[in-house]
């Protein structure tokens, strides 16, 4: 993506010799534009658990680079495989509910123990890195190409006027390595010049919505206008929304999907509204085990502070204030399950299905258990 005229990804390693992954650093947008240089496992799972990069496939290829700079670490003792794998198990607790943290880890265990040198590790345990990171980027275009028919049959059915679709959180290119789930399709349709309006819910309490996914639409020209979170029912009864589409950080084989906290509120609204709700998401945020959102995954419990104080400028400062009342507890749910039966489709990188097992197996055959 472009970022005033130059192109970035989320995380790359520099070239030259030196054993670091640069990323963009998420914490200072919108209000400054940083990148921050990880040279251990250890940094990268901090980076992670403080969300200094975020969303699923953003997790994902991070991860997947970390378990570079941890085999680097372990190829430098005597003990590569005991120290490999508890790296490993640092970096998969960093954050629990998006899938793409844990299945980018075991990937790279998987590829260690088909090579039996150290150095050949490391190798081949780079090589993969990038492999994860171009993956997420070619599936997320994917996302793109297939999900722009939803904005084409809107536009249709509008009679060209702006399509305004409605969206949470941020599932745009901070959140993969490149291009966005939720956000690839509009993109695309913005690309091809179909006219589009988002509607960006501001997401608290880390306000990814306001924060992130409006920057990333202004650093593209894309329209659009941020409004609380509780506003999303109002627009929609009263007509001034045509599709929903958001992300998801993990999502069952049975088509349950768990995202961002706020997101079930915005599928319940949109179903009594008649009102399509789709979730856009690359197969490495399936969770092939997991066939209950409810009982099958674990939402992370973030801490109350995140609610009880909102962070931005105050006269060009960046500021954290305090909001709520002495003595006030917060509670911090950072995600929540919107049941299949709420989704009207999934926009996968393979094409659009719809959130049941059944057609979601149609997409992806190989993952039938035999
Ligand atoms: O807690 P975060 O910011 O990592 O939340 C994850 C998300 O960005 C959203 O839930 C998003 O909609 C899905 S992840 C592509």
Known sequence: MLVDGQLFRTVWIPEGDDVLVRIIDQRSLPFRFETADLHTVEEVT?????????????????????????????AATASFST????FAETLRSARPTAVNLSWAVDRQLQV??????????????RA?????????????????????????????????????????????????????SATAPIYSAHDAGIPVHVWVDETRPRNQGARLTAWELGQHGVPHTVITDNAGGHLMRTGQVDLVITGTDRTTSTG??????????KAVA??????????????????????????DIPIEE????????????????ETTVHLL???????????????????????????????NEESILGLFPEKKLS
């Open 46 to 74: 901090v980076a992670i658990r403080d969300m200094w990069v975020r969303g699923a496939g953003c997790i994902g290829a991070v991860a997947g680079y970390g378990m570079w700079l941890a085999a680097c670490e372990a």
């Open 83 to 86: 120290l490999f794998k508890r």
């Open 112 to 125: 260690a123990s088909s090579v039996s040198d150290a150095p050949g590790k490391v190798a081949a345990i």
């Open 128 to 180: 993969a890195a990038q492999e994860i990171a171009d993956e997420d980027v070619a599936a997320c275009r994917s996302i793109g190409e297939h999900g722009i028919r939803l904005f084409r049959d809107a536009s249709e059915l509008n009679g060209g006027s702006p399509v305004n679709v409605l969206t949470h959180c941020n599932a745009g290119w901070l959140a993969f390595v490149d291009h966005g």
């Open 256 to 265: 349950d999907v768990v995202n961002k906290i706020g997101t079930y509120l």
């Open 270 to 295: 949109a179903h009594d509204c008649n009102i399509p709700f789709y979730v856009a998401l690359p197969s490495s945020t399936f969770d092939w085990s997991a066939s209950d959102g409810l009982t």
């Open 302 to 317: 973030r801490s109350g502070n995140e609610v009880s104080s909102i962070e931005g400028l105050c006269n060009g400062v």
């Open 325 to 355: 009342p002495q003595g006030s507890h917060a509670a911090n749910p950072a995600f929540d399950v919107t049941p299949a039966r709420l989704v009207t489709g999934l926009i996968t990188e393979r094409g659009i299905c719809k959130a």
